[in-house]
T-cell receptor, first 113, second 117 residues
């Protein structure tokens, strides 16, 4: 079955520390992968997406993600987090590009001073 | 950048009544829009795909007669929750696709909180 998994429900990091949020997918071919961020009570904002080409994708707000086919992963990283990065992060997958998205269960990020 | 707007942001309705939520693409034409539902502290679940000028495609388990979707123009899709019940209380989010190619981005609305009392 096609699915995307975010193993970490909640992550806490100190402001200024590095961050990595994990995402794994299950699909027979290379999927289209996305990372979205959701602030409390708000809609979703696209951080970055991977369709093909360079496996290291740069996004907004200083985020990047690396697609690793061998590990079926698309982990999100940021070298130094800011308090404003506290939010819920969703990894999403689509087999056909911008068709309907299947979302992971999300990772809630808490930033401590 | 592209903006997708939902209205209302918050709505409270009485059990048994119907409520309509609008999703508009403000600066682009969206032939396809998607409606999601999100329960508190859970992920987004796709409810249906809304195509302009045709019937919506509902996901398995979603009652099409309860969640009426109309995509009458290239910039507007509406979701009507009919005969609402407390278990319909949720966060409803729409998204719209700019263009039809695989490289085109999907933009999400701000979401609409529905509380049925």
């Amino acid at each position: 079955a096609q699915s995307v998994t975010q193993p970490d429900i909640h992550i806490t990091v100190s402001e200024g520390a590095s961050l990595e949020l994990r995402c794994n997918y299950s699909y027979g071919a290379t999927p289209y992968l996305f990372w979205y961020v959701q602030s409390p009570g708000q809609g979703l904002q696209l951080l970055l997406k991977y369709f093909s080409g360079d496996t290291l994708v740069q996004g907004i707000k200083g985020f990047e993600a690396e697609f690793k086919r061998s590990q079926s992963s698309f982990n999100l990283r940021k070298p130094s987090v800011h308090w404003s990065d506290a939010a819920e992060y969703f990894c999403a997958f689509s087999p056909f590009g911008n068709e309907k998205l299947t979302f992971g269960t999300g990772t809630r990020l808490t930033i401590i001073p | 950048g592209a903006v997708v707007s939902q209205h209302p942001s918050w709505v409270i309705c009485k059990s048994g009544t119907s409520v309509k939520i609008e999703c508009r693409s403000l600066d682009f034409q969206a032939t396809t829009m998607f409606w999601y539902r999100q329960f508190p502290k859970q992920s987004l679940m796709l409810m249906a795909t809304s195509n302009e000028g045709s019937k919506a495609t509902y996901e398995q388990g979603v009652e099409k007669d309860k969640f009426l979707i109309n995509h009458a123009s290239l910039t507007l899709s509406t979701l009507t929750v009919t005969s609402a019940h407390p278990e319909d209380s949720s966060f409803y989010i729409c998204s719209a696709r700019m263009g039809q190619g695989a490289g085109n981005t999907i933009y999400f609305g701000e979401g609409s909180w529905l509380t049925v009392v």
